[in-house]
Structure formats: structure tokens, C-alpha cells
């Protein structure tokens, strides 16, 4: 079985700030594969970015960066300078080759203030 | 950017009612899912489907759903006689290979009176 922990409902972040939503997950594969999708009121999954479990690299797109913590199995989410749109419900989940279907975390809710 | 479409964005039922809903994946994708969230709730996965059957279901995903594929570009998932409890934001997604994350519609929001 795999399981992905979100282990805070809500955060909030100023413009401009930098804000880290946690993740963590457990698995006994070796080959997997770690998401992050934002999901703002429209209610549409938007994936945001995506981590290989084989790579030491910190996956990066524009604005957003993962922490990958392969031995503690941990995925955080690091939103820099953040912007009034970023501010959505966040959810992280875990892809394993055995396991065969995308596994989702409870979800964080971001909000933005101006 | 190619998108999922799903229709409708909204639907009412009663009790006891048949439903479908429909979905137009990527047309190069292969795989295909379902996947719902309760109001407030996580996302969780119903069915997944590659080369015209199901590869995997979960254990929501009872005798009272199906999935179909009719002709190739539609897949569809019908609940025949939904409960109040089917209430839901339901997604489909599709993926053209799953380690590359999946590609979710706008979803349909199920309310079951």
C-alpha cells in the first residue's frame, strides 16, 4: 500500500512571500514518482509539478520547487514569490509502478493576502 | 493544450436514478480514469482503465458502476441507481503514460437528492 500525509489543512502566505506546504508519504517501492496538483475554486486538477523518486535533483517550474527528502519520505512544496492566483487547495500524491494509481494527501488549503 | 472535457459540469438526480457521466480524453492518451471528492474531502480513485477494460478498481467502485469506452474517444462512467451518498465532484482523467502524472477534466458535480 502506499499512503500520502498532508499534515496541514490550511496555510496563508502575503504577495510576494515564500510559502512551504509539507507532504510526506510512505511506500515500500523503489520506483515511483511524486505530483503535486493545485486545485483552485474553478475545482479543475492542475498539475504543478512532478518528482522521479531515482532523481537527487529538486524538480523546479518557474516559481515552484520541491524539497524531495528521499529517506525521510518527504515531498514539500516551496512557492516563491506568490501570487494572488496561487492561492488554491494544493494536494500531493505519489504515483508507484506496483501500486499502479495515482494516491492523493487530505490537501492544503492556500490562501494569498494582498 | 489539449484538455479533458467532461459534461455535464453539473447534474441533479434523483434517489434510485441512473446516471452517466461522460468524458472526452486526450485523444494520444491511453489510460483513463475515474476518481471522486466529497465536498471538503480527499481525492479518491474509482477505476482505472487501459486497452478497452478495467486494469484496476477500488472498493467504492461496487457493482452499481460501470465504465465504457464506446467509441473511441468517449469513456463514460454510469452509477445505475445512485444513492445520496454518490453525492460528489467526479473527475476523469487520462494519462499517455502514468509515471508522467495524470491529466484531470474540470470534473461533474453529482448532487444526489
Known amino acids: 500500500a502506499q499512503t500520502v500525509t498532508q499534515s496541514q489543512p490550511e496555510m496563508s502566505v502575503q504577495e510576494a512571500e515564500t510559502v512551504t506546504l509539507s507532504c510526506t508519504y510512505d511506500t515500500s517501492e523503489s520506483d515511483y514518482y511524486l505530483f503535486w496538483y493545485k486545485q483552485p475554486p474553478s475545482r479543475q486538477m492542475i498539475l504543478v509539478i512532478r518528482?522521479?523518486?531515482?532523481?537527487?535533483q529538486n524538480a523546479t517550474e518557474n516559481r515552484f520547487s520541491v524539497n524531495f527528502q528521499k529517506a525521510a519520505k518527504s515531498f514539500s512544496l516551496k512557492i516563491s514569490d506568490s501570487q494572488l492566483g496561487d492561492a488554491a487547495m494544493y494536494f500531493c500524491a505519489m504515483w508507484g509502478t506496483s501500486y499502479g494509481k495515482l494516491t492523493f494527501g487530505q490537501g492544503t488549503i492556500l490562501t494569498v493576502h494582498p | 493544450e489539449p484538455e479533458v472535457t467532461q459534461t455535464p459540469s453539473h447534474q441533479v438526480t434523483q434517489m434510485g436514478q441512473e446516471v452517466i457521466l461522460r468524458c472526452v480524453p486526450i485523444?494520444?492518451?491511453?489510460?483513463f480514469y475515474w476518481y471522486r471528492q466529497i465536498l471538503g474531502q480527499k481525492v479518491e480513485f474509482l477505476v482505472s482503465?487501459?486497452?478497452?477494460?478495467?486494469?484496476?478498481k477500488s472498493e467504492i467502485f461496487d457493482d452499481q458502476f460501470s465504465v465504457e469506452r464506446p467509441d473511441g474517444s468517449n469513456f463514460t462512467l454510469k452509477i445505475r441507481s445512485t444513492k445520496l451518498e454518490d453525492s460528489a465532484m467526479y473527475f476523469c482523467?487520462?494519462?499517455?503514460?502514468?509515471?508522467?502524472?495524470?491529466?484531470f477534466g474540470s470534473g461533474t458535480r453529482l448532487t444526489v437528492v
Open positions: 518528482q522521479e523518486a531515482y532523481k537527487q
Open positions: 482523467a487520462s494519462s499517455q503514460g502514468q509515471i508522467y502524472g495524470y491529466t
Open positions: 485523444s494520444n492518451h491511453l489510460y
Open positions: 482503465f487501459y486497452n478497452n477494460e478495467i486494469s484496476e
